[in-house]
Nanobody, 125 residues
Framework: QVQLMESGGGLVQAGGSLRIVCVASGSMFKLNTMGWYRQASGEQRELVASVASDGTTHYLDSVKGRFTISRDGAEHTMHLSMNDLKPEDTGVYYC???????????????????WGQGTLVTVSG
């Protein structure tokens, strides 16, 4: 079983910065694409940024140039550095990962999606 745990959210003024972290724990697994989603109150969850296992990144247009996603495969961690934060960036940020469980013969079981519990980011205007 794989668990994702986010940390680093908080309250920040507009124009400020925050860095949120996701740590994956468990055993016998490989993480494929990982990403950060956010959900504002009353809104649908949206993909903010993602990073594939080869390092390829993707960003929501509204955060390009302000947010940077990164991952450390050896540590099973993922970060999102957020600069020049705006009130519209407010929401609960969720860590997501496509998980490939390893079997004992060097192969993989069917992949599944894992989600963290979320960390709240509040940007005051």
């Amino acid at each position: 079983q794989v668990q994702l745990m986010e940390s680093g959210g908080g309250l920040v003024q507009a124009g400020g910065s925050l860095r949120i972290v996701c740590v994956a724990s468990g055993s016998m697994f490989k993480l494929n694409t990982m990403g950060w989603y956010r959900q504002a109150s009353g809104e649908q969850r949206e993909l903010v940024a993602s990073v594939a296992s080869d390092g390829t990144t993707h960003y929501l247009d509204s955060v390009k140039g302000r947010f940077t996603i990164s991952r450390d495969g050896a540590e099973h961690t993922m970060h999102l550095s957020m600069n020049d934060l705006k009130p519209e960036d407010t929401g609960v940020y969720y860590c997501h990962a496509d998980v490939a469980p390893l079997d004992y013969e060097g192969g993989y079981y069917p992949p599944f999606e894992a989600w963290g519990q979320g960390t709240l980011v509040t940007v005051s205007g």
